[in-house]
């Protein structure tokens, strides 16, 4: 590697990692504090969800700031005439560049394996952890709302005594036909079990009811256990968004087979309707529930196939965005770092992240291919070379 070449990677790592590490701090300190005030989480599970959120926050923190990092030192060089003496010398603009591209790549890299790991690893990680701090949760929410409620139950207190609830109503919601079950206690409080994990509520002296008839009295300690999944705001997710990239294809290959037995229940219910006579079950009502399923099957194996060009195409974002912005802070030759980087950022943020989703919604929904959301990156490379063309010409 050359002296210029070994100058410009110097300076381009100074300020992209100290950029990097404010940037992330940052974006931890606003993800954690998003999530400790929407869970009520106090200080230990907020230390524990750090780790988590250090491969998500890098995800947003890699691009933005190696973009920047190349508008600081190439509008610095440039500004200082430096690129004009290396044209004087004889040797080409881009033996400056090529130092920057070259950085990109290897971060572009290191973001695809952030965002794996953002959207698998640290996801469940910061699931579990709010799940396994569901206690916590609880009677911080019943200490300052006085109610509690998931999906599958709900809670609502006259008062919090420490760890006695005063005067529960919990209500048990039940699926399907079962019957919705209320309990009403002098007092109760919460236990949970991590080894188990299940989350116990202790009710004293109360009143369960199971629909408009079934009702019984309890004068002494009655236990209900709940697994803490459902005791959760928030459950574990069984997203393609959120498996990592090592399993999709065999997520894939089980979802096809999924729908080749859904395609064949469909035409084997179908003759059996026409040679039975069954007429009735070959209308609109009666698949609408069918052709759903099958839909939605669909849809799912469309996530999946798309999941993978996402997490390579919002990695490589970092080396399209350096092609544009290494070529543009020369041209422009500002020493004003922030005049080059908003020249640039700005309208990536209103051009290139827009496109992106548009692209990215298409190709879950099935309208386009799964390679639709590297457009955004391919219009970015393409000003890209348009721009170092005008720099080496000019």
Not at 143 to 168: A, E, N
């Amino acid at each position: 590697m050359t002296l210029l070449s070994r100058y410009i990677l110097a300076e381009l790592l100074k300020v992209f990692l100290l950029t990097l590490s404010g940037l992330t701090l940052i974006i931890i300190l606003v993800l954690v504090g998003q999530e400790a005030v929407r869970q009520g989480l106090g200080l230990g599970p907020i230390l524990r969800l750090i780790p988590y959120v250090l491969p998500n926050a890098l995800c947003y923190a890699i691009p933005a700031t190696s973009l920047f990092a190349v508008c600081s030192v190439y509008g610095r060089i440039s500004a200082a005439n430096e690129v004009v003496a290396l044209k004087s010398l004889g040797i080409s603009p881009m033996r400056a560049i090529i130092p920057g591209l070259i950085l990109a790549t290897v971060l572009s890299f290191i973001a695809v394996l952030m965002n794996d790991l953002a959207f698998s690893w640290g996801y469940q990680g910061l699931q579990r952890v709010i799940v396994q701090s569901v206690e916590e949760i609880a009677y911080g929410v019943l200490r300052t709302q006085r109610t509690y409620s998931t999906d599958r139950f709900s809670i609502s207190v006259q008062d919090v005594d420490g760890k006695r609830l005063i005067r529960p109503t919990i209500t048990f919601n039940g699926g399907g036909e079962a019957a919705t079950v209320t309990i009403t206690a002098q007092e109760a409080r919460l236990q949970s079990d991590l080894d188990r994990n299940t989350l116990s509520i202790f009710l004293t002296n109360g009143l369960v009811e199971a629909g408009d008839r079934v009702s019984m009295v309890f004068p002494d300690t009655f236990e209900r256990i709940i697994p803490l999944t459902d005791a959760s705001r928030r459950g574990l997710s069984a997203s393609p968004s959120h498996l990592p990239l090592r399993d999709i294809p065999e997520a894939m290959r089980a979802q096809r087979q999924q729908i080749r037995q859904l395609e064949e229940s469909q035409v084997a219910e179908a003759a059996f309707a026409m040679i039975t006579g069954e007429l009735d079950e070959l209308g609109e009502g009666a698949w609408e529930t069918r052709r759903n399923t099958l839909e939605s099957a669909v849809v799912h194996l469309n996530r999946l196939h798309t999941e993978p060009w996402r997490r390579w195409a919002s990695g490589f974002s970092c080396l399209c965005f350096v092609c544009v912005g290494a070529p543009l802070a020369v041209w422009l030759r500002h020493a004003d770092f922030m005049s080059n980087f908003g020249l640039c950022f700005f309208p990536i943020l209103i051009g290139y992240y827009p496109l992106f989703m548009s692209a990215l919604d298409g190709a879950k929904g099935g309208a386009l291919p799964p390679f639709a959301v590297w457009l955004g990156n391919l219009i970015c490379v393409i000003i890209g070379v348009w721009l170092t063309r005008k720099v080496l010409r000019h």
